[in-house]
């Protein structure tokens, strides 16, 4: 199966593009699965993270939703890969972790998840932001998120290719991976 992960900052078009690329491929009669964020479904029930620890029942459940796809998949899209929760762990927490080995041990996570994955597709806003009810960083904070995000990558010369998030970006990836 060939894996492709969508990253970005709120608001720069990773849903939106896994969506439009799992219609097209689905549209061509491609295997694929699309799992999307976990997360979000928090958000919604108003959860917001105060602490560091909070991040490893997110992790268990966003890997959950990866590891129980058909073996038979050709592909599998998503738009929460499983390393974008370490960067969310020490940066969007209320309460700084004092605990040393939770630290470690989603920074082991993190090193491990980044081989899960064919293609990383790094997400470029390219729309105004919008607050949608389901995200609730400010346009400032999600411009902060984007810079520290790529800084992240880059300091692990994480392979990945930058995607414009608009209408065309879809299509932009599928050509990428060869579909």
Not at 78 to 91: N, Q
Not at 104 to 130: A, C, G, H, N, T
Not at 140 to 151: F, M, P, S, T, Y
Request: with cysteine; aromatic share 12%; hydrophobic share 40%.
């Amino acid at each position: 199966m060939i894996k492709i992960a969508l990253c970005g900052s709120p608001g720069s078009g990773k849903s939106t593009t896994a969506a439009h690329a799992f219609v097209l491929m689905k549209q061509k009669y491609i295997n694929v699965d699309y799992v999307h964020e976990y997360v979000r479904e928090e958000i919604n029930k108003g959860w917001k993270p105060n602490h560091m620890a909070e991040q490893f029942r997110i992790l268990k459940h966003q890997r959950e939703r990866e590891d129980t796809l058909p073996e038979n998949l050709e592909f599998m899209i998503t738009d929460s890969p499983l390393f974008l929760i370490y960067y969310y762990a020490i940066v969007n927490t209320e309460k700084p972790c004092e605990d040393r080995f939770t630290l470690v041990s989603l920074y082991e996570d993190f090193i491990q998840d980044l081989q899960r994955y064919d293609y990383i597709f790094f997400m470029v806003r390219d729309k105004p932001y919008v607050v949608d009810g389901t995200r609730y960083q400010t346009e400032a904070e999600a411009d902060a998120i984007h810079v520290q995000l790529k800084a992240l990558l880059d300091l692990h010369k994480i392979d990945y290719t930058e995607v414009r998030g608009n209408s065309d970006a879809a299509e932009f990836i599928l050509d990428l991976v060869g579909v």
